[in-house]
């Protein structure tokens, strides 16, 4: 191939394509000259058949001897070729040196696709001893920039954590106000502070060198590889206090976890109590039955279930918790009252009814008490009888005040005032029962005096044998009785004896001689329950 076709046509106005190949290289790719020794250039453009190259204006020159003028003129060229070794003139090499770069740049852009990508590694290589890529340099920059991503690992992990463990805080915050979780605040906020000044550190390295620009020193990526590998290790060792710190949060923050758990579901549980409290009170109202006092309690309740509504955010979750364990509370009192509302009713109604028959008859029994304390005086001594004389107009009184109170109960039944309505009715009954046992005990007092004066023998008999039973016990593994034991029972049988003696005479106090037994016999009960609580313990 010819110099001819190894190289495009020079711009307009430059030299030929000879003076191209001449001013280059005279050895092809083989090592062999482009023209022999001893020709000139137009034989290499003329003597093998083929044609010249294009001038400047893409015309063909004509070919030598055939009145065409030659594309190598002047006397430039002649001198070039002639005895100097193809040596031009210094300006003249200056300027072609100057034109071959163009012409460089020309055939590269010139050639075919395949061409030119397989010449682009020639003329990045070709010539000079810089590197456009790679070295020292581009190894410092890729250390500092792979520094930068490890830093922004380490900063994004140090931020998630940072955000994961604020609701942990904020969680044990809004439920535990105790020194401990006031404490835990306080070391999250330290640690923030501490966080602050590591991420502070780590965007100023950031923001302090740009990694990506074309003219980086490699004393720039030093010293910012240095900068973001210190900022990467801060931020590293401050997560890793951030994490010991949030294990050591375990218990508070379950314990948080654990209310908060609770809170929604206490809260609905004391909203539909209210709501079955509110349902259950309409449904009263439909049977007719006012209930105000009711009414008046669920509307006491309102504010607390607009403070339920507000939620833990604004009053707490202890606050909260506890406000809808109290409304849970009394609004089921509410609602179970409002729905035994029509029983409580219908009940005072038969209490109404029952003290009433029952006023009526302790007005008749207390009418009979008179004639009791008749023959108590014609038969017994003053002492059986005299602490029943005021007990037939005690009697009346109680009836009469009975029937008052009766009246006013009904009249609150009456106007559905059912909280008086039940007081009323318990002073009726209290009133009836003293009314009632006055008057059995005037009849009471008859007949023991009655049985006692017929056979005195009998109580005597019952209390002997409670005391010997005491005796008996007092005395079972034992030599000798304990004195605390021995005392009572001796002073017993000697409270007895003279007792026995009262009964002699004309007219004998048989309510002493009764009285005296009765209190013989709880003396020994009362011994015997000591030594038994006695040995019991000690067994």
């Known amino acids: 191939m010819t110099a001819t076709h190894t190289r495009p046509e020079a711009e307009a106005g430059g030299s030929s394509a000879v003076e191209s190949v001449s001013g280059a290289r005279d050895e092809g790719p083989s090592g062999q000259r482009l023209t022999p020794a001893g020709q000139g250039h137009g034989a290499a453009l003329t003597g093998q058949g083929q044609r010249p190259a294009p001038d400047e204006r893409g015309h063909r020159a004509a070919p030598a001897g055939q009145g065409q003028q030659s594309t190598l003129t002047g006397q430039d060229h002649t001198a070039a070729l002639a005895g100097q070794g193809h040596r031009a003139a210094p300006a003249r090499r200056d300027r072609r040196s100057a034109g071959l770069g163009v012409r460089d740049a020309l055939a590269l852009v010139l050639l075919p696709v395949p061409l030119l990508v397989a010449a682009l590694p020639a003329a990045f290589a070709g010539g ?4 456009w890529f790679g070295g020292r340099g581009e190894s410092q920059r890729a250390e500092a920039q792979a520094a930068r991503d490890a830093a922004a690992e380490a900063f994004y992990e140090l931020d998630t954590a940072q955000r994961d463990l604020k609701i942990s805080i904020e969680t044990i915050n809004a439920v535990d106000n105790s020194p401990r979780g006031r404490k835990a605040a306080e070391d999250f906020a330290a640690l923030g502070r501490r966080i602050d000044e590591v991420s502070h550190a780590y965007i100023t390295a950031v923001d302090s060198h740009d990694l990506d620009r074309d003219d980086l020193e490699p004393s720039v990526a030093s010293r910012a590889r240095t900068e973001l590998t210190r900022a990467k290790d801060d931020l590293v060792r401050v997560k890793g ?16 976890e654990t209310q908060l758990a609770r809170l929604a579901p206490a809260v609905e549980r004391a909203r ?10 309409d449904a009263v109202r439909a049977a007719g039955l006012r209930a105000d006092e009711l009414a008046a309690r669920l509307a006491a309740l309102a504010p607390e279930l607009t403070k339920l509504n507000q939620g833990a955010g604004k009053h707490g ?9 109290v409304v849970l509370r009394d609004a089921e009192a509410l609602r179970a009252e409002a729905e035994r509302l029509p029983e409580r009713a219908a009940e005072i109604d038969r209490r109404l009814v029952s003290l009433r028959t029952r006023a009526q008859a302790l007005t008749t029994r207390a009418g009979s008490v008179e004639p009791v304390l008749s023959e108590l005086r014609r038969r017994f001594s003053a002492a059986c009888w005299q602490d029943l004389q005021p007990v037939p107009e005690q009697a009346a009184v109680n009836v009469r005040q009975a029937e008052e109170k009766l009246a006013e109960a009904a009249k609150a039944r009456e106007e559905q005032r059912w909280a008086d309505a039940t007081s009323r009715l318990s002073t009726v009954r209290a009133l009836l029962n003293a009314v009632d046992e006055a008057v059995s005990a005037a009849g009471d007092r008859l007949q023991r005096l009655d049985a006692v004066a017929k056979d005195p023998q009998q109580e005597i008999e019952r ?25 009572p029972l001796d002073d017993s049988v000697a409270r007895l004896d003279r007792a026995i003696a009262g009964l002699e005479g004309r007219h004998p106090d048989y309510w002493h001689f009764l009285t005296e037994t009765e209190a013989v016999r709880q003396t020994a009960a009362r011994v015997v329950s000591d030594i038994r609580e006695e040995r019991g313990g000690g067994g």
Do not use: I, K, Y
């Open 317 to 325: 979750v202890a606050e909260t918790l506890q406000r809808a364990d």
């Open 128 to 131: 000079g001893t810089r590197r």
């Open 463 to 487: 209390t002997r044998f409670a005391v010997r039973d005491a005796q008996r016990l007092a005395m079972a593994g034992r030599h000798t009785p304990d004195p605390r034991h021995a005392r």
């Open 272 to 281: 539909q109590a209210l709501l079955g409290a509110s349902n259950a009170l």
């Open 241 to 256: 206090e951030l994490d010991r710190f949030g294990q050591g949060l375990g218990s508070l923050l379950g314990s948080a």
